[in-house]
Structures are given as structure tokens and as C-alpha cells.
């Protein structure tokens, strides 16, 4: 069978990891079981779930490895020491089990890197939270994972309602035998040396199919790169510092309806209405409320129209910035006069 490598952009997040900057991602759900038919969630049925579920995501059994030397990117190959339990781990929070309690919990698990040596993911049942609620937090390697395949990721595992739909049984897993590290080294070396002509080939036959979509994707690439030099030196801010391992977890509460109304007043989705909420608040903890030290600099000698208002809106990155498919959301500073 032949091997699958991570993506350019997948590996970088492994190659980027450094132990004070940790690449995964994590997701907490809170789970209100009153409507089951006895009222209770337990550990023992979140395990069950996934284990009767595992073939609907195939990578949760599969680990990095990586190509001697480095001459290639990395390839996923199948775990066929795969233990569920490593994989799912049972929490409980101290009493009352309120959501500073939670916090903690989750702020803990975050600071600490995934087992590379196994599939990158984690699945924490945390017990103990108040009303007699149960939490799971997915903890993920963003090499593994993006936005969409979060999303398919949640749809196979999780269920709408109380009552889940009959499944037929999980087919028997045979894990792929993996490739040797020679393996992985002769077929890297060969690539090396094949891909510049193949490369060159491929090139020369989009332009000769299609010189003007050639052109537009040459455009489009320097394009976005003159888009991100426009942009110049990043500014100043007090949240640019050094960090440790260590993270901190918090939840802010706001009606879904809020978002929504502005959504559709504004335009855009919903996200974009989150994004640009979060990024005005990273904005006005730093003190500079996105406009920067310009800005401040502007407004002390008065350049300013003293009534002016700052409103922050979301902008799409994406097409401007070469980068379709990204799904990248910017903020754009509109000062009113």
C-alpha cells in the first residue's frame, strides 16, 4: 500500500512545535444528561461510543512517522499497538465542580504536549461538574486536524440526540504493516531526484492546457505575497512576550441570538462576527484597539477628529491574500468621522 504523507502545511505544525509552544488543538463539550432514559452519562458509554465509531475516523488509529534524514515529509501509518484506553482518560473535578473548577482541570491537560510515538489525540471524560453534567475535552494535533475535518471528526463521534441511531457493528480493524525506515529512505531518494522533472513536467502541461489559468495562479500567489509585505512589521504588544508551557483556560458567556442579529445586519457568518469579537478584545487588552501606536500617536498631536469612533468588522483574507481555501479571517479598522 502506498504511503501517505502530511501535507506541506500538516507537517508544519510538527516542525513548528517547540516545547513552550505546543501545536494542538482542543475542544470541551458539556453534556446535560437528564434526557437519557435513566438520566445518567457515564464513562464506560463515552468509551463505548468511540470504540463502535473508530473506523468512521481511520486517522485516530494512525501515528506520524517520520523520514530519516528529513528528506521527505513525514507519512501517517497505521498504530497496530492501537490501545483505546491510552487514548481515553477519565477525570473528575473537586466539589462543587463549577466552572472555575473546570477551568482548571482543562488549563492542566492543555499544558501538556501529545506522545508523538502514538495517534495525536486524547479524549478526556471529566466528571464531577455540577447539575450532574459530564464534560469530555478532545485534545488534538493540528496536524491532524483542521476547522472542516474538526467538524466531520464531531459528527461521526457525537449524536444529536439522547436516543443514538442503531449502528451495525464496527468492521474488524487490520492494521496496515508499516514501512520500514529503508522503505521510507529509498522511496524519499527517489522522489528527490524524480520530482524537479516531474515538477517541470506537470508545469509545462497546466500552461499548455491552459496558459491563462497558469498566468492567474502565478498572479494570484505574488498577489498575496505582496498583500502580506503591504502589511509590514507587526506592532508592538504587550502580549508579544516570551511564554512557558503552561496555559490558561477561560469562558466568556453570550447569547447565540446576539451573534446572529449582528451576522445578519451586517453580513458575513457567524465566525467571522466571533473572530472579529475576539480579536477586539486581544486588541483592546494589548491597549492598542488594533489601529496601534499610530493611532495613540495620531490622536496625541491631534491629528484625529476628536469625535472620531472605531469600529471593528471582519475581512476576508482569503481571494486578496492568495490564499482561497484557507479560511482566514482578518479585522479591518474602519475609523467614522
Known amino acids: 500500500m502506498a504511503t501517505e504523507r502530511l501535507t506541506a ?15 494542538h488543538v482542543a475542544g ?9 432514559p435513566d438520566g445518567r452519562l457515564r464513562f464506560e458509554d463515552v468509551e463505548q461510543v468511540f470504540a463502535s465509531r473508530l473506523h468512521l475516523a ?18 501517517w501509518v497505521d498504530d497496530a499497538s492501537f490501545d483505546l484506553d491510552f487514548h481515553i ?10 466552572r472555575v473548577e473546570l477551568g482548571e482541570q482543562v488549563q ?9 510515538s502514538k495517534p495525536l489525540w486524547e479524549l478526556y471524560v471529566i466528571e464531577g461538574l455540577e447539575g450532574g453534567h459530564l464534560a469530555t475535552l478532545m485534545k488534538v494535533h493540528h496536524a491532524m486536524i483542521d476547522g472542516l475535518s474538526g467538524m466531520h471528526l464531531t459528527a461521526a463521534l457525537f449524536d444529536l440526540s439522547p436516543e443514538p441511531p442503531e449502528q451495525p457493528p464496527p468492521p474488524a480493524w487490520e492494521p496496515e504493516p508499516e514501512p520500514s525506515s529503508q522503505d521510507l529512505l529509498r522511496e524519499a531518494t527517489e522522489t528527490l531526484f524524480a520530482h524537479p522533472v516531474q515538477a517541470l513536467m506537470n508545469g509545462m502541461d497546466a500552461v499548455r492546457r491552459s496558459p491563462a489559468v497558469a498566468a492567474l495562479d502565478v ?16 506592532p508592538a504588544s504587550p502580549l508579544d512576550v516570551q511564554i512557558g508551557p503552561n496555559r490558561r483556560f477561560a469562558v466568556a458567556d453570550a447569547p447565540l441570538q446576539r451573534f446572529k442579529d449582528i451576522k445578519d445586519t451586517l453580513g458575513g457568518t457567524v465566525n467571522d462576527v466571533v473572530l472579529t469579537v475576539v480579536g477586539g478584545g486581544f486588541g483592546a487588552a494589548s491597549g492598542e484597539l488594533v489601529l496601534g501606536p499610530a493611532r495613540e500617536a495620531a490622536r496625541r498631536e ?10 471593528v468588522v471582519p475581512a476576508e483574507l482569503g ?5 482561497v481555501g484557507a479560511g482566514l479571517v482578518g479585522f479591518e479598522a474602519l475609523v467614522e468621522h
Open 302 to 311: 491631534a491629528i484625529a477628529p476628536a469625535d472620531e469612533t472605531l469600529r
Open 28 to 36: 470541551l463539550s458539556v453534556f446535560d444528561p437528564s434526557t437519557r
Open 89 to 98: 482518560r477519565r477525570a473528575a473535578l473537586p466539589h462543587p465542580g463549577g
Open 9 to 23: 502545511l500538516d507537517a508544519s505544525f510538527l516542525y513548528l512545535e517547540r516545547p513552550a509552544m505546543h501545536m
Open 219 to 234: 498572479g494570484t500567489v505574488l498577489s498575496g505575497f505582496r498583500s502580506i509585505l503591504d502589511m509590514g512589521a507587526r
Open 319 to 323: 481571494a486578496e491574500a492568495g490564499l
Open 108 to 116: 492542566r491537560i492543555l499544558s501538556r504536549p501529545l506522545d508523538r
Open 58 to 75: 481511520p486517522r485516530l488509529r494512525q501515528k506520524v512517522k517520520m523520514v530519516p534524514f528529513g528528506l521527505a515529509l513525514p507519512v
